[in-house]
């Protein structure tokens, strides 16, 4: 079954990089340039995975995760960020996970690491969905 990924990226070359290997996958794409446009996109269309940059102009990728996980609870989302932390703090990935991802990925991104992890959370809600 063909599932429906929303991917969130700023850099226009990672989007389309990105956005290329998951129709590889079998995938449907549909793609955002911020976390504002994502949210507009997510009101309209069903997406069973989304996949957000962190920093991003306009809504960043932290603010879109915890208002996605308000918004629609039982969507799934992976962060992807190249790491980094808030002056010295805690890492932005970790921080996505505490807001809500379930999952996250260090750019750049190897692409059967993102398959292997696409995979495992769209399994998990499977599964989940059967109990």
Partial sequence: MEKNILLIEDDLITQTL????????????????????GTKMMEHNHFDLVLTDIIMPEKEGLQL???????????????????????????????AKDFGAVASIV?????????????????????????
């Fill in 18 to 37: 990105l956005k290329d290997m998951l129709e590889d996958y079998g995938f449907f794409v549909f793609t955002a340039s911020d976390g504002n446009e």
């Fill in 65 to 95: 995760i915890r208002e996605t996980k308000w918004r629609w609870p039982h969507l799934k989302v992976i962060a992807m960020s190249t790491g980094g932390s808030f002056s010295g703090g805690p890492d932005y990935l970790q921080t």
């Fill in 107 to 131: 750019k750049p991104i190897d692409s059967d690491n993102l398959l292997k992890t696409i995979r495992s959370v769209l399994d998990s809600e499977i599964q989940q969905e059967t109990y």
